[in-house]
């Protein structure tokens, strides 16, 4: 009992038993819960985890709260906060590093905003530069345009007559339709307007001129060492005998086509005009090699060619004779001029001579 007598005294002097179930609750470790701490307390708890550290009592007497270990703790961002908790320090990429993700982040953003626009360069083969070199002596010597071709534009349909095609090698490597096309236009067609001269001397006077701008073209091909001409100069004479050759249909028969109905006359205009006419441009008595390349000395080859009888030229040179001699019948000498228009004595003297500079034509006045 002596022994009782201590601790009962020692009971009763802490306040009996509601004493003791208070001083119990007050000894108990106290228990929060996680949902009234601040983010910044869960933080500062972590951290003091992970450094091994007691963690000093907050200002509501709260204790650490428990963390699971077996999870790595995660990589907290810096934040600015109301309270007095100080910001977690992390680990800040390098700064070279930084710089190289803004130059990546400017040239993505450059790239996304303004495409860059590659310039692709047509690289023409050949055969495409030879129907483009076909097509601009097409142009040069007849005055003829391709409407398929990309320079047929307005500029150069003032220059030339345009005429239909599908493509380019269509049109330059079927230069027998090509012409036939040309000189069947009607004398009122509007095309004929934009026509190379020379104006007036008609269908004979327009196939003279392409002969003799053929040949001087020819004239360049076969004089230059590149071997790449050889072709280009065989498609530039087939094109200058087919210019003779539908010269001598055109005068043969006069209604194939209309522009050459009055052929005989504009056989005689064209010969007046080689006799007085300083220009040789428009001279069909004029040959690049000589009297016998020339436009009327191969006409009159053509002619006795086609016509086997040797009628027809006949018929023709002596048609061109009755022109000469209306003109002459105006003037009394060489010397005197004659009306208007129609020249003097010695115009018609010189046509004759012209007229005369072919064998077969001398002999048959």
Not at 29 to 52: F, K, N
Not at 319 to 329: P, T, Y
């Amino acid at each position: 009992m002596s022994g009782l007598l201590p601790d009962l005294a020692g009971w009763a002097l802490r306040g009996g038993a509601n004493n003791e179930a208070a001083e119990a609750e007050a000894t108990a470790t106290p228990t929060v819960a996680i949902g009234t701490l601040s983010e910044d307390d869960i933080r500062a708890r972590r951290l003091a985890r992970m450094l091994h550290t007691p963690l000093a009592s907050n200002d509501n007497g709260s204790s650490p709260m428990e963390i699971d270990d077996r999870k790595p703790p995660a990589k907290v961002v810096n934040s600015k906060s109301n309270n007095n908790t100080s910001p977690m320090e992390t680990e800040s990429p390098p700064t070279n590093h930084l710089k190289k993700l803004k130059v990546d982040s400017s040239s993505t953003t450059t790239n996304t905003s303004k495409p860059t626009k590659l310039k692709v360069r047509s690289i023409q083969t050949a055969e495409q530069k030879l129907l483009r070199k076909k097509e601009t002596i097409l142009k040069n010597t007849c005055g003829i345009a391709l409407s398929c071709s990309v320079t047929s534009t307005t500029a150069t349909s003032k220059q030339y007559v345009v005429l239909p095609c599908d493509t380019i090698a269509e049109g330059v490597n079927n230069m027998a339709g090509i012409l036939a096309t040309r000189l069947a236009l009607s004398p009122h067609d509007p095309i004929l307007a934009t026509s190379p001269p020379p104006k007036g001397h008609g269908l004979i006077g327009y196939l003279g001129v392409c002969h003799r701008l053929l040949g001087e073209e020819l004239k360049v091909l076969r004089g230059g060492n590149d071997h790449r001409n050889t072709s280009l100069s065989e498609w530039v004479a087939d094109i200058q005998k087919q210019v003779v050759a539908y010269a001598a249909s055109s005068l043969m028969e006069p209604d194939l086509f209309e522009l050459a109905k009055d052929g005989s006359a504009q056989l005689a205009t064209c010969l007046q005009s080689s006799g007085i006419s300083s220009d040789v441009s428009t001279s069909i008595t004029f040959g690049t090699h000589g009297p016998s390349s020339s436009f009327y000395h191969r006409l009159c080859d053509e002619l006795q060619t086609q016509d086997a009888s040797n009628t027809t030229f006949q018929s023709l040179i002596e048609a061109v004779v009755v022109i000469f001699l209306e003109g002459l019948s105006h003037v009394e000498t060489v010397l005197d001029g004659g009306p208007t228009g129609s020249g003097g004595g010695l115009v018609w003297v010189t046509a004759f001579t012209s007229l005369a500079s072919h064998k077969g034509a001398a002999q048959a006045l």
